[in-house]
């Protein structure tokens, strides 16, 4: 009777693990942003659980300029036009990430065609890229901060680049629309 018991305990143990070892908060951010990141996932030993990951804004602001989408889209004034702002201002409350997600999804023949034609590929984003970035678009504070600064050199050449040919592009259609005398 004693051992059956000590078994059942044991099993139980064993069951409730993964949750203890995944409940708290600042574990399972050393899990999503560790330099192992998934890989532990991918050892097997906790199976799929279902988990939120950590959400960075400070770290979304960066990679929202460094990954590309300050190209056609702005925030704070800050970046291209064309495509919808994302200032926190136009997110619709309460915060729900997954709607950013599914609003991207809707858009997304559009901006991966744009994307293809703008930066020559399609921006490849991890789950936890985007998750910081979908914290930035959310945070208004963090949003104050964001600024030309922010846009790493080679972005920065990009976006002057495609100005620059849009500008001519706008002069040619001027030229061609001129009345013919
Ligand atoms: C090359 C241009 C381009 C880049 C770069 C780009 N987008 Fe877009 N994005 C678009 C276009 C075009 C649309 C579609 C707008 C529409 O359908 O009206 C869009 C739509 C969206 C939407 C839906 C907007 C809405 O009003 O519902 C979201 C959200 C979004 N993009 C987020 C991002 C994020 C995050 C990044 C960076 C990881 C990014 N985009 C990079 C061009 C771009």
């Known amino acids: 009777m004693h051992k059956r018991n000590t078994i059942a305990t044991a099993a139980l143990i064993a069951a409730l693990m993964p949750m203890f070892v995944l409940l708290p908060a600042d574990r399972a951010a050393a899990n999503m942003h560790g330099a192992a990141g998934g890989a532990q996932m991918e050892g097997g030993q906790m199976g799929p659980v279902l988990m939120m990951p950590s959400m960075n804004a400070a770290r979304g602001r960066k990679l929202f300029a460094s990954k590309g989408c300050v190209v056609c889209h702005s925030i704070n004034g800050v970046g291209g036009k064309d495509a919808p702002a994302l200032d926190a201002s136009t997110m619709r409350g309460p915060m729900n990430p997954f709607e950013?997600?599914?609003?991207?999804?809707?858009?997304?023949?559009?901006?991966?065609?744009?994307?293809?034609?703008?930066?020559?590929?399609?921006?490849?984003?991890?789950?936890?890229?985007?998750?910081?970035?979908?914290?930035?678009?959310?945070d208004p504070e963090e949003q104050k901060k964001f600024s030309e600064a922010d846009i790493p050199e080679q972005v920065r050449e990009l976006m002057k680049h495609i100005e620059?040919?849009?500008?001519?592009?706008?002069?040619?259609?001027?030229?061609?629309n001129a009345p013919k005398e």
């Open 100 to 138: 950013f997600a599914a609003r991207m999804w809707r858009g997304a023949e559009a901006m991966i065609y744009m994307q293809q034609e703008e930066l020559g590929e399609q921006i490849d984003l991890t789950g936890d890229d985007l998750s910081d970035i979908i914290a930035f678009v959310h």
């Open 164 to 176: 620059e040919s849009e500008e001519g592009e706008d002069e040619a259609e001027h030229r061609s």
